[in-house]
């Protein structure tokens, strides 16, 4: 899964040995989120392989990686997904039977029960932000099931919430990156021969493409063994990759626990709990939802620095 953008990362951080080599030598860590929990750890293994090959300036200090409410095993993923779902009351229990009942999601190919369970389960999630359930939705007109059109900025502003969090945010970038001009810059679809509009999450491209790494767990274990830092964390408002599948995935790793489970805090109130293992910590980030820096950016920069940093989220109000 992924293996191209994986590759093409690899190849724009190869491209950098030809301007600046020192900064290759710096300490690097990588830091993405969703789906990027699997190209990421894939990144990182293809540097650490890569550098088991090369000396002097084509050497890139990797130290580890950060990933946000990670794609990590679609096993876990989808379990804890459907388990959210129904412990947030988003379905009844009689459909989260019925997803016991039918799913086996241990397999790609799900059954039409388990299909048919599921449809209910993303039904009840058009009805709220998946991404942050407990965030208002936007109601601009939809195109798809993950992205609103451009309508205008006076409606824009009115339901823009007073905490700053503007739900149809998604909205602006595809508005500009559907401009003619700006496409034209990025050498993508100046011609206007490609059919439909860009989105920032496409459905077309999500349900045709050919998945074929379906965990990167064994990668988390050989990074791990090979003395990489590596950070998990996730906001717990997240239906789309919830916590409670990451959480499954940490486990699944076996490794031995240095602190336990515990709050940390930011401005003297729980900005959320994390757990260390040797080798890896999990850390949750409170009423944040899949993206942690649009929801909590004060909580998301103290998160980032500690991890850059080398330190322990604060633990003492």
Known sequence: MYVSIVFEYFLLLNATILIPP???RKEKRYKLSSVAGHYVPQLVDLVYERNKEKKGKAYINIKGFIVGNPATNHYYDSKG?????????IVSDEVYSRIKKHCDFKISNW??????AMDILYGQYQEIDMYNIYAPKCLLNQS????????????????RMFSGYDPCYSSYPEDYFNKQEVQKAFHANFS?????????CSDLIQNSYNFSVFSVLPIYSKLIKAGLRVWLYSGDADGWLPVIGS?????????????????????????????????????????????????????ALTLINAFLRGEQLPTHR
């Not at 798809?144 to 339901?159: E, W």
């Not at 206007?192 to 920032?200: D, E, I, S, V």
């Not at 486990?251 to 489970?261: F, R």
Request: proline residues 5%.
């Open 22 to 24: 020192a900064y290759l």
């Open 81 to 89: 997904l459907a388990e959210y779902a129904w412990s947030h009351a």
């Open 192 to 200: 206007g021969l490609l059919p439909g509009k860009w989105h920032a």
């Open 111 to 116: 059954s039409d029960g388990c299909n048919a």
């Open 144 to 159: 798809s099931a993950s992205s609103a059109n451009f309508v205008n900025d006076q409606f824009r502003r009115r339901i």
């Open 247 to 299: 959480r499954y995935c940490v486990e699944a790793l076996g490794l031995p626990i240095k602190t336990q489970w515990q709050p940390w805090y930011l401005d003297k109130q729980v900005a959320g709990r994390f757990v260390e293992y040797h080798g890896l910590s999990m850390v949750t980030v409170r009423g944040a939802g899949h993206l942690v820096p649009l929801n909590k950016p004060a909580e």
